[in-house]
């Protein structure tokens, strides 16, 4: 490649970036994930497992609830309807869409993202979890998905961490849609479909001690991360027709 083509393929992306981060493409993308979302809910039978106190570990108390990336587009569901949820986004562009898009379904955000070294201060994680610390002091019950950062089906030590200095439970929650589309990036994200079923799996709570050392955190650690994977597949078993809720 010439140094001329080089220089116009980087302005051409640069020009996509700042047109995908317009405040005009990310109405439209906020708008159009709403109305993709609702039209799954109400055309999907949804299933809870537990049915009758599915919702009880965050009524009685507020929560950490956990979910996996790649599966998070039906957290606006989790409910119930008279409980708004607070989701931690991403400050990435994908993640100002998708908070637009959850805020038309009732959601609540707190920006942010969990990481290691030099990044957990670029992605304001020390502000994002000080804002859901202080949220379930307040009565208000958290989202946030469980994984490393860019690692799938890992769960790091932000959640731990905050039921640690919260007192409040990790509640894991596993997530399926019948007829789905699976894409092949880093979370092998889920895109959910209409015309199916839609399950939602709640897990035990797991509850961190106040004065949990480095140990202890590894071993809460370890217990959401199969909590979570158990309850992540029994929703899809359940969703295909692989067993019984």
């Known amino acids: 490649m010439t140094v001329a083509a080089a220089h116009k393929e980087r302005r051409f992306s640069s020009l996509l970036r700042r047109l995908s981060e317009s405040e005009a493409v990310l109405a439209v993308s906020g708008l159009a994930g709403a109305t993709h979302l609702r039209f799954v809910r109400w055309t999907n039978r949804l299933v809870r497992v537990p049915d009758a106190n599915f919702h009880a570990p965050w009524q009685d108390e507020p929560a950490i609830l956990v979910v996996w990336h790649g599966?998070?587009?039906?957290?606006?569901?989790?409910?119930?309807?008279?409980?708004?949820?607070?989701?931690?986004?991403?400050?990435?562009?994908?993640?100002?869409?998708?908070?637009?898009?959850?805020?038309?379904?009732?959601?609540?955000?707190?920006?942010?993202?969990?990481?290691?070294?030099?990044?957990?201060m670029r992605k304001r994680a020390v502000q994002a979890f000080?804002?859901?610390?202080?949220?379930?002091?307040?009565?208000?019950?958290?989202?946030?998905?469980?994984?490393?950062?860019?690692?799938?089906?890992?769960?790091?030590?932000?959640?731990?961490?905050?039921?640690?200095?919260?007192?409040?439970?990790?509640?894991?929650?596993?997530?399926?849609?019948?007829?789905?589309?699976?894409?092949?990036n880093w979370d092998r994200t889920c895109i959910n479909l209409p015309f199916g079923r839609m399950v939602l799996v709640r897990g035990e709570p797991i509850r961190v001690a106040r004065d949990a050392d480095d140990e202890a955190l590894e071993a809460a650690r370890r217990t959401v991360e199969a909590r979570l994977t158990e309850a992540d597949a029994r929703a899809y078993a359940i969703a295909d027709g692989r067993c019984a809720a």
């Open 71 to 120: 599966e998070h587009f039906l957290v606006p569901f989790i409910g119930p309807d008279n409980h708004p949820l607070n989701v931690l986004s991403t400050l990435h562009r994908d993640g100002e869409a998708l908070t637009r898009g959850g805020m038309r379904l009732g959601l609540k955000f707190v920006r942010g993202s969990g990481d290691h070294g030099k990044e957990f």
């Open 130 to 184: 000080t804002a859901m610390l202080r949220l379930l002091r307040r009565g208000e019950t958290v989202v946030l998905t469980a994984d490393v950062p860019k690692i799938a089906r890992v769960v790091g030590l932000g959640p731990v961490t905050l039921a640690k200095h919260s007192g409040c439970p990790i509640v894991p929650i596993g997530m399926a849609t019948s007829r789905r589309v699976r894409l092949s």
